[in-house]
């Protein structure tokens, strides 16, 4: 069992900057693969990114790309994300999951509570 918190989300203006948290606990956080989902009022959850066991092979949505990065310090079990040129379209309830594989599906085991960032223009 795997417990997500994801925390560091708020309000900023367009062009502005957030760093996403999602601290696990429990079982460690290095034996899952990582993703972040987003989900928008009205809309499905959609894919952001997602990182491998180890940190590598980061995988990106095309409308994040080069904007935003994903990160993970497994010795602090902690996943990141950095969110820059932020765009009132990114504005959504960010969640962190844990899986066994790296997919861009929502095929994930474990969910956090989600955070909201809001992006005004």
């Known amino acids: 069992q795997v417990q997500l918190v994801e925390s560091g989300g708020g309000l900023v203006q367009a062009g502005g900057s957030l760093r996403l948290s999602c601290a696990a606990s429990g079982r460690t956080a290095s034996v899952y693969a990582m993703g972040w989902f987003r989900q928008a009022p009205g809309k499905e959850r959609e894919f952001v990114a997602t990182?491998?066991?180890?940190?590598?092979?980061?995988n990106y949505a095309a409308s994040v790309s080069g904007r935003f990065t994903i990160s993970r310090d497994n010795a602090k079990n902690t996943v990141y994300l950095q969110m820059n040129s932020l765009k009132p379209e990114d504005t959504a309830v960010y969640y962190c999951?844990?899986?066994?594989?790296?997919?861009?599906?929502?095929?994930?085991?474990?969910w956090g509570q989600g955070t909201q960032v809001t992006v005004s223009s």
């Open positions: 990182t491998s066991r180890s940190g590598g092979f980061p």
């Open positions: 999951a844990a899986g066994a594989i790296a997919t861009v599906t929502d095929d994930y085991s474990y």
